[in-house]
C-alpha cells in the first residue's frame, strides 16, 4: 500500500483518518526562483516530497531489479549522531523480500510512470529519484489497495544471498554536491526546522 495509508495496528480500519504531512508547496519558489508555483505542477511537489521527506498516496515503484533488491538487502537505521544510514544486511541473516506487480487495470507502464525527468524542478534536480529509477502512480482513498490485487510473485531471499553488483547507499542517497535539490532542502531544514522536520539527513549528506 501507500505509505499514507499503511495502518501498524492488528486491524486494518477504513475509518482511520488519513494525513499527507506536505511541506514542500511552502518552498515552491525557493526550490525554482525562476518559475511561478502552478498547480500544474504539483505532481513534482509529491514526487520529491515522497523521497526527501513524508509519505504520500504514490505508491513507490522501482522499475530496475537492482533499485528493488537494494531496499531487500539493506536496513534504514540511525547512527549515535541522529543521522541516517542504511546498513547492508551480513549474510546470513536475509529476510528481504521483493513484491513483483503486474498492474492490469489501471495499466502501470515503465514507458509511462518511470521518472526521467522534472516539468518544474529544472535549475535544481531532484537526483535521488533518478538512481533509484522509480515510478510513483497515484491511488486515492478507494483504490488504496489496489496493488494488492496486481501482486505478480513475490520473491523471498535466501539467508544466504549476496549481491554481486549491488548499489551502495551513498549512490542511492546521493550527498549535497551531487544532488543540488537536496543541498537546498538541508538548507531550508537549517532555517525552517519544525516544518521539515520530517526530512531525514544522511550521515554522508553534507559534502
Known amino acids: 500500500?501507500?505509505?499514507?495509508?499503511?495502518?501498524?495496528?492488528?486491524?486494518?480500519?477504513?475509518?482511520?483518518?488519513?494525513?499527507?504531512q506536505r511541506s514542500f508547496k511552502l518552498f515552491a519558489s525557493q526550490f525554482e526562483p525562476n518559475?511561478?508555483?502552478?498547480?500544474h505542477f504539483s505532481y513534482d511537489l509529491m514526487r520529491t516530497e515522497q523521497h526527501y521527506a513524508t509519505q504520500t498516496a504514490g505508491?513507490?515503484?522501482?522499475?530496475?531489479i537492482r533499485s528493488a533488491l537494494f531496499f531487500a538487502t539493506h536496513q534504514f537505521q540511525w547512527d549515535d549522531q541522529?543521522?541516517?544510514?542504511?546498513r547492508a544486511i551480513p549474510r546470513g541473516e536475509h529476510l528481504g523480500v521483493i513484491y513483483l506487480f503486474r498492474f492490469g487495470s489501471p495499466p502501470v507502464r515503465r514507458t509511462d510512470f518511470l521518472v526521467q525527468d522534472f516539468d518544474f524542478f529544472r535549475t535544481r534536480r531532484p537526483e535521488r529519484i533518478l538512481r533509484q529509477q522509480?515510478?510513483?502512480?497515484?491511488?486515492?482513498?478507494?483504490?488504496?489497495?489496489?496493488?494488492?490485487t496486481e501482486v505478480d510473485c513475490i520473491i523471498e531471499l535466501d539467508a544466504e544471498f549476496e549481491s554481486a553488483d549491488g548499489l551502495t547507499?551513498?549512490?542511492?542517497?546521493?550527498?549535497?554536491?551531487?544532488?543540488s535539490f537536496y543541498s537546498k532542502l538541508l538548507e531550508l531544514?537549517?532555517?525552517?526546522?519544525?516544518?521539515?522536520s520530517n526530512?531525514?539527513?544522511y550521515r554522508w549528506a553534507r559534502e
Do not use: W
Open 199 to 201: 526530512v531525514v539527513e
Open 134 to 148: 522509480c515510478g510513483l502512480p497515484l491511488f486515492d482513498s478507494y483504490e488504496r489497495n489496489i496493488a494488492l
Open 169 to 179: 547507499p551513498e549512490y542511492m542517497f546521493p550527498n549535497t554536491s551531487e544532488d
Open 189 to 196: 531544514k537549517d532555517a525552517h526546522p519544525t516544518l521539515l
Open 1 to 20: 500500500m501507500p505509505g499514507v495509508y499503511r495502518q501498524s495496528g492488528e486491524f486494518y480500519s477504513l475509518s482511520v483518518k488519513h494525513e499527507e
Open 82 to 86: 541522529g543521522k541516517a544510514t542504511y
Open 59 to 64: 505508491l513507490d515503484l522501482a522499475f530496475d
Open 35 to 39: 518559475r511561478r508555483h502552478d498547480p
